[in-house]
């Protein structure tokens, strides 16, 4: 009981401090403190559940609970949020949605109408310049990675609308790639009809799920 009593002392702390620096942004406060309540939860879970190894399993659990603490081990840092402006900007009036996700990602959602004709996967002309203007962005930001998944509606057999979804991804990559992104920081793939949005009963529905999301990722350092 004393040993978790002290824990909580040190989070309260950790906490404190870090919400007070002056010279952390608000997106650097929230990673920071979050890193560190988790590292002291999650030594105090490794010291609980240690037996005879204390120190190694709370150290393990410090390491766990300082990826989960800061949002799933990425940073959303001032770069993160200037690319998401930049490509709100880029994307008004396109129908492409911009967000941070949960675990401090940057998520490009391109529904169909803008990216692929049904079972297709070469590139729409509209796309181009959002793409192209992606690609900036990437190039000036070079520590982050980037995932393409690739999405089809429920019409067809899984069996042809894998290789689909795959395709989209891969050809949003080579479009990347050729724009000067690194293909070894872009991993790509593809759910087929496993992930809808909304109700393939309906075209408009079906329409939704064919998409390609893109996400970038700055890892916590």
């Known amino acids: 009981m004393k040993r978790f009593t002290i824990a909580l002392t040190v989070i309260a702390f950790a906490a404190g401090s870090l919400a007070g620096c002056a010279n ?111 690609a900036t962005t990437l190039n000036q930001n070079p520590v982050t990675h980037v995932t393409i998944v690739g999405h089809t509606d429920n019409t067809g057999t899984d069996a042809i609308n894998q290789p689909l979804s795959v395709n989209r991804a891969a050809a949003t990559r080579d479009y990347l790639v050729a724009r000067g992104v690194a293909t070894n920081r872009i991993a790509i793939d593809g759910r087929s009809s496993r992930e809808p949005v909304a109700d393939n009963a309906t075209a408009a529905g079906r329409a939704m799920n064919r998409r390609v999301e893109i996400f970038v990722a700055e890892a916590a350092r």
Do not use: C
């Open 24 to 134: 952390m942004g608000e997106t650097e406060r929230t990673t920071g403190t979050g890193a560190a309540i988790g590292a002291v939860a999650g030594g105090l879970l490794g010291a609980a559940t240690a037996g005879g190894h204390t120190g190694r399993s709370a150290a393990t659990g410090a390491a766990i609970g300082a990826a989960i603490g800061a949002g799933g081990g990425y940073l959303w840092s001032r770069h993160m949020q200037e690319q998401k402006a930049t490509m709100e900007q880029a994307t008004q009036g396109t129908g492409v949605n911009v967000t941070q996700t949960a675990d401090n990602r940057l998520k490009l959602e391109i529904p169909s109408d803008v990216s692929f004709d049904t079972g297709r996967y070469d590139i729409k002309p509209q796309l181009r310049p959002v793409l192209d203007r992606f």
